[in-house]
């Protein structure tokens, strides 16, 4: 995505991926993810203030109305979600992508 990317793009990119997957079952679901913003966001206690995750975001609440009638979105915060933030970096570095915000533990 180039100069499109952020990671609110990111983090909505895996929302919409996950509640993809999700609408192909049945059953209750609960969704879980370590951003605050695309939890509150599609839980609505939090605006939208624009930005490149707009786009995103709007695809994402879309998904999410049709789930929530059978699914739970949590916020789970990083310091208690790190072996899935280890996880996930190291394919990004495997694949040659450079962090430039957070470092690696």
Not at 9 to 29: D, W
Not at 47 to 68: I, S
Not at 77 to 95: A, E, G, T
């Amino acid at each position: 995505m180039g100069g499109k990317m952020s990671n609110n793009v990111a983090e909505y990119s895996a929302f919409i991926a996950a509640a993809t997957e999700c609408l192909k079952y049945p059953g209750i679901v609960t969704i879980r993810g370590d951003s605050k913003l695309v939890v509150e966001q599609l839980n609505g206690r939090w605006k939208v203030n624009g930005g490149l995750y707009t786009p995103f975001y709007e695809r994402a609440r879309v998904l999410w109305g049709n789930l929530k009638n059978r699914a739970e979105l949590a916020w789970i915060p990083r310091d208690q979600n790190d072996i899935c933030d280890v996880l996930s970096k190291k394919v990004l570095l495997d694949m040659g992508i450079k962090f430039k915000i957070q470092p690696i533990k």
